[in-house]
T-cell receptor, first 111, second 114 residues
Framework: GEDVEQSLFLSVREGDSSVINCTYT??????LYWYKQEPGAGLQLLTY???NMDMKQDQRLTVLLNKKDKHLSLRIADTQTGDSAIYFC???????????WGAGTKLIIKP | DVKVTQSSRYLVKRTGEKVFLECVQD?????MFWYRQDPGLGLRLIYF???????EKGDIPEGYSVSREKKERFSLILESASTNQTSMYLC?????????????FGPGTRLTVT
């Protein structure tokens, strides 16, 4: 069946890079997403990658996709206190518009 | 800018009460979704709707119902609230096609059932 897994917490020092990992089980997904949820707020789309790509860069964010290992990662360069949030990985299949969600990784920034 | 609004940020209800959570989107999106978010469980889909008056059960529909009488509005109903329905409820909407059908979320309603 479909399953998306993430670690529940990641702690990094301000200024370091954060790497949030996600694994999924179904190789037929077409889009993979990273959403960010700041404290007390709803989710916002951070970035997404189409399944035929292996990397996408957007300013401080780098998304890497390893389809063979079904592994997706989000790297945040020069992590700032404003990056404190829960980061959700999600996948979508071409057959429908539902998303399969991971449980979310809480990113904790140490000064 | 797409805007998804939810009727309340915080709600406290008693066990057995009927509860209505309202969601409105202003971008003419076909699809609307209700999720609940619990610590360590991420987002779980309760119901979704792909058109007016059309609805589909998600992963955890028990104890909930929905209504979509107008395209912009999607309501979640708890017929008889129970304490295990204490949670954060998130509404989202999306277009059927384009940009990977990005989902736009409301700010959430934190419901406490006592």
């Amino acid at each position: 069946g479909e399953d998306v897994e993430q670690s529940l917490f990641l702690s990094v020092r301000e200024g370091d890079s954060s790497v949030i990992n996600c694994t999924y089980t179904d190789s037929s997904s077409t889009y993979l997403y990273w959403y960010k949820q700041e404290p007390g707020a709803g989710l916002q789309l951070l970035t997404y990658i189409f399944s035929n790509m292996d990397m996408k860069q957007d300013q401080r964010l780098t998304v890497l996709l390893n389809k063979k290992d079904k592994h997706l990662s989000l790297r945040i360069a020069d992590t700032q206190t404003g990056d404190s949030a829960i980061y959700f990985c999600a996948e979508r299949f071409d057959s429908n518009y539902q998303l399969i969600w991971g449980a979310g990784t809480k990113l904790i920034i140490k000064p | 800018d797409v805007k998804v609004t939810q009727s309340s940020r915080y709600l406290v209800k008693r066990t057995g009460e009927k509860v209505f959570l309202e969601c409105v989107q202003d971008m003419d999106h076909e699809n609307m979704f209700w999720y609940r978010q619990d610590p360590g469980l991420g987002l779980r889909l309760i119901y979704f709707s792909y058109d007016v008056k059309m609805k589909e059960k998600g992963d955890i529909p028990e104890g909930y119902s929905v209504s979509r009488e107008k395209k912009e509005r999607f309501s979640l109903i708890l017929e008889s609230a129970s304490t295990n329905q204490t949670s954060m409820y998130l509404c989202a909407s999306s277009l059927t096609s384009g940009r990977g059908s990005e989902q736009y979320f409301g700010p959430g309603t934190r419901l406490t059932v006592t």
